[in-house]
């Protein structure tokens, strides 16, 4: 297992958000993470992609410590997610967001922003084009600022950065919500189709149960900040303390 | 590089240096004006029009820079070591009143440069060895490459080419990553470190590269002047240069030289058209009231100022577009 999180617990004023929360994901594999509204998925996110301090608990990614770290450290080690909820961005184009992503793979010092002044870009442009944007379906908007793009082609803006960063270690949180059927399942291909290439580890927050279960190879089930099952697509669908707790049966 | 920016730059600065040989003395004096009240707008639009960060300590920034250029300059150092060093110094100082941004946010760390103008006022006050105290230092005329810079038509010259220069490179820094990060940094803090940008790093050095351009406009307004007294950058001049990006338009490219030859020239007008009616008491305290008014003006109805004004009243002036010509969408960052 390369990404091992154990214990993981975090604490808004007297909301307990995220209680000895546990996952793994080796490389290569995709973990659903699924749960009602409010289970502390986004939260468990934010403490593995350094946004948030957990209180307690480790979360350790080929032997290193991730806890503590901020997320452009993080970035650089390759760890990159995508948010939930997209901000729309001024003045910025899809392939000015996908450069910002690919940054972190440039491990470079201060003085290296000098260089960038004299530094053409073309390369990378071209290939952002051909290996990120044209399987999104975003060549042809490359330079058109995102402002103007729909919402569902501003999640996969986001997607594009966080795969810019050619990451090992994919957290996506939402990444179908509010697209149509047809984006949400073109999305999905690229996931597969980037851990396929890139052979990274990948957790997918998703409320869409068919894109989890024809995307996942196991699921983790979150309620009340914990996890309360995990297995294959197939146990969990069958399970009947999951389909209480998420899919609302008596 | 931005082949469209570069041409647009030298053609403005080539009119502009037509003109100050067109008006003779007077020419040579308001074109120098706009050039450096461009060359400070476009440090300030860097930093809040870009970089999101409101700072109302660039008065005193280019005091910062006059002082470091005057006393090298009298001291027998070549024009172009001063404004370099005066560059230095801006930069330095600059990412010193920065550091508070990295814990202060929006209205509270506005505050703190109010603070730091304050400060660098009462410094150039007391720092007597360095700035002569409150009558200010007198800065005898510079030579730049061995050239003796006598009167505004020679100091044009430089004024312009650094201009350009400037003008060009924040075109350009807009376009790398560091620019790129500016201006996630600006919409918002918490995306721009989600993203994995390095917050704390980019605003130490949008400070940093903001102050190094505030010191080349108070270098030159030293040598115009031939003085850096305390009360040539108050908070006046501060709110001046906040005046000229919010009326060019803020985080524009074009916006900042827009709004500070409209800044510069506009109380010239006032005036002229003072003494032609014979109102000159009555009009001149016009301009503050201009400006506020202006300022409020712009913000509710065009925050992207005279720039984008301009651009909409393109399509319309000229009656056929050209073929294939793009609708005008105010002077951003282009594609
Ligand atoms: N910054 C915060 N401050 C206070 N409470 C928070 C914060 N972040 C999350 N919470 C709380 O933690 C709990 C878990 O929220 P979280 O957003 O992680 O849920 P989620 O599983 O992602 O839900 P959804 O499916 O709706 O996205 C909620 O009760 C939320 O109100
Ligand atoms: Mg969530």
Not at chain 1, 83 to 102: M, R, Y
Not at chain 2, 123 to 141: A, C, E, H, Q, Y
């Amino acid at each position: 297992m390369s990404l091992v999180a154990r214990e993981v617990t975090i604490r808004f004023g007297g909301v307990i958000a995220v209680e000895r929360m546990a996952l793994e994901v080796s490389p290569g594999e995709i973990v659903g993470l699924i749960g009602p509204n409010g289970a502390g998925k986004t939260t468990f996110i934010n403490c593995v992609s350094g946004t948030y301090r957990p209180h307690t608990g480790t979360v350790r990614w080929l032997g290193d410590e991730l806890l503590g770290l901020s997320p452009s450290t993080l970035l650089r080690k390759g760890v990159a997610r995508t948010f939930q909820n997209v901000a729309s961005l001024h003045d910025l184009t899809v392939l000015d967001i996908a450069k910002l992503g690919a940054s972190a793979r440039k491990d470079r010092q201060s003085g290296g922003h000098l260089l960038d002044f004299f530094r053409s870009d073309s390369a990378l442009e071209r290939e952002l084009l051909e290996q990120i944007l044209e399987p999104l379906e975003l060549a042809d908007v490359a330079h058109k600022p995102i402002q103007t793009l729909s919402y569902g082609r501003r999640k996969a803006v986001d997607l594009a950065r966080a795969l810019a960063a050619y990451p090992q270690l994919l957290l996506l949180d939402e990444p179908v919500a509010g697209l149509t059927s047809h984006e949400g399942m073109a999305m999905a291909g690229v996931v597969r189709n980037v851990r396929d290439r890139l052979g990274c580890a990948v957790i997918m927050v998703e409320h869409k149960m068919d894109v989890v279960m024809s995307t996942c190879d196991r699921i983790v089930v979150m309620a009340a900040g914990s996890k309360i099952f995990e297995g294959l697509p197939a146990e969990v669908q069958a399970d009947p303390e999951v389909r209480r707790v998420y899919l609302g049966e008596p | 590089m931005n082949t469209r920016h570069l041409v647009i730059a030298v053609a403005v600065a080539l009119l502009m240096g037509a003109l100050s040989l067109a008006f003779g003395r007077f020419g040579a004096y308001m074109v120098n004006a706009v050039a450096i009240a461009g060359i400070g707008a476009l440090s300030l639009n860097l930093l809040i029009g870009y970089g999101g960060q409101i700072s109302f300590a660039q008065g005193a920034l280019l005091g910062v820079g006059a002082y470091t250029a005057g006393n090298i300059s009298n001291a027998g150092g070549d024009g172009l070591l001063a404004i370099l060093g005066a560059g230095v110094m801006g930069a330095i100082i600059s990412a010193l009143i920065g550091i508070p941004a990295l814990r202060l946010r929006g209205l509270y760390f506005a505050i703190a440069t109010l603070a730091a103008q304050a400060i660098l006022e009462y410094l150039f006050k007391i720092l007597d060895p360095i700035t002569n105290g409150v009558s200010g230092l007198v800065i005898r005329p510079t030579t730049i490459l061995g050239i003796p810079m006598t009167s505004d038509r020679s100091l044009v010259v430089p004024s312009l080419v650094i201009l350009v220069i400037v003008w060009v490179a924040v075109s350009r820094l807009m376009r790398i990553d560091l620019g790129r990060s500016f201006l996630v940094l600006r919409e918002s803090e918490i995306v721009a470190k989600g993203m994995g940008i390095d917050v704390a790093h980019a605003k130490i050095l949008a400070f940093f590269a903001s102050g190094f351009i505030a010191g080349l406009a108070g270098a030159l307004a030293g040598f115009a002047n031939r003085l850096a007294s305390p009360e040539a950058f108050t908070l006046d001049l501060s709110a001046d240069y906040i005046a000229m990006i919010i009326i060019g338009g803020l985080g524009t490219w074009t916006g900042p030289l827009i709004g500070a030859a409209f800044v510069v020239l506009l109380p010239e007008a006032i005036q002229r058209v003072g003494e032609a009616a014979g109102l000159s008491d009555i009009l001149s305290p016009l301009r503050e009231l201009a400006f506020g008014l202006l300022i409020i003006l712009f913000l509710i109805f065009e925050p992207r100022g005279l720039t984008a004004l301009l651009s909409r009243l393109k399509p319309r002036s000229l009656a056929v577009p050209a073929p294939g010509a793009v609708p005008a969408t105010g002077e951003s960052l282009p594609p």
